[in-house]
């Protein structure tokens, strides 16, 4: 797929109009990212304006915003330009959840999420898109990190990669620890403990391809994957271990450190990320909305 961009180099992109009638790109890493100019998320966006950042999700797998005063309303209209927002998250009640906006509260005993993952790669149909908005933030702190599954695929030997193609892998939602959660919150441990109940593992395809695209990625993730299929469980471990070295290589990786009123929303499919829990016990707030 051909996806056609304007894209600015870091000298050149302060110089764009504020009111450009098309967004400009202006790269964040060699292989993942890129912060978006000249759109405000408030105001109503054009056909053209909707499709070139659609297909700048596509190109860079992660989008950053800055300087973007949003209520949770307009955080919430903003991501229609990419997918429908899910109006409740079916798989984590136990967030706060304002009419399809959630409250990520973390800090203060309130461990964030340490592992590369995929959202909800558990499910037969993960969210395409996620999408999180800078509400409060630590003095100090508090990244978000993402990995071009893509470029990781691509790092790969072909004989590998052709390997990798035909193996099935076994996703859980509490394969790795996902349902840590502070000893303090006995009704959140039960919420969490009802989510295990519900939703038993799926086997999915280590290799996916994105259905825009047709780029191929690794599908799967530290957080989630307990086992590939039809190998000895050491052999699935040495696999495993191949898979998510290629992921951690930092030369795929795009670290963002949040501003107030920053942006950011990702492909769930082309990328994997992770927090960094590095604020101590400092309060971090963000909103995100989930695409169904």
């Known amino acids: 797929m051909t996806i056609s961009l304007v894209e600015t180099s870091a000298t050149?992109?302060?110089?764009?109009?504020?009111?450009a009638a098309l967004p400009s790109f202006e790269r964040f890493g060699a292989h993942v990212g890129a912060t978006v100019r000249g759109i405000d998320l408030n105001q109503s966006l054009s056909p053209a304006q909707r499709d070139a950042l659609r297909r700048g999700l596509w190109h860079y797998g992660v989008l950053f915003f800055r300087d973007q005063q949003l209520t949770p309303e307009a955080f919430l209209a903003a991501t229609r330009t990419f997918g429908e927002p899910l109006r409740h998250n079916p798989y984590l009640p136990s967030l706060q959840d304002f009419g399809g906006v959630e409250i990520i509260e973390s800090g203060?005993?309130?461990?964030?999420?340490?592992?590369?993952?995929a959202d909800v790669t558990w499910q037969p149909?993960?969210?395409?898109?996620t999408a999180l908005y800078a509400a409060e933030l630590p003095a100090f702190g508090g990244d978000t990190l993402w990995t071009s599954s893509t470029a990781a695929y691509a790092s790969l030997d072909p004989l590998l990669q052709a390997y990798f193609e035909t193996l099935t892998a076994t996703n859980y939602v509490d394969a790795n620890g996902y349902s840590r959660t502070p000893t303090d919150d006995p009704e959140q441990a039960r919420r969490l403990g009802e989510l295990r109940t519900k939703y038993p593992p799926i086997d999915v395809p280590v290799i996916s391809t994105h259905p825009v695209t047709g780029q191929k990625a690794i599908f799967a993730n530290q957080l989630h994957t307990s086992y590939i299929k039809g190998v000895e469980?050491?052999?699935?471990?040495?696999?495993?271990?191949?898979?998510?070295?290629?992921?951690?290589?930092?030369?795929?990786?795009?670290?963002?450190?949040?501003?107030?009123?920053?942006?950011?929303?990702?492909?769930?499919?082309?990328?994997?990320?992770?927090?960094?829990?590095?604020?101590?016990?400092?309060?971090?707030?963000?909103?995100?909305?989930?695409?169904?």
């Open 125 to 129: 149909n993960p969210p395409p898109a």
């Open 12 to 19: 050149t992109a302060t110089t764009q109009p504020a009111a």
């Open 233 to 292: 469980r050491a052999i699935s471990e040495s696999l495993l271990r191949i898979l998510f070295s290629a992921l951690e290589n930092p030369v795929l990786h795009a670290r963002f450190r949040w501003q107030p009123g920053s942006v950011a929303i990702w492909d769930n499919r082309l990328v994997q990320h992770r927090a960094i829990h590095d604020y101590g016990d400092a309060r971090r707030v963000l909103y995100r909305v989930t695409l169904a």
């Open 108 to 117: 203060q005993g309130r461990l964030a999420n340490e592992s590369w993952h």
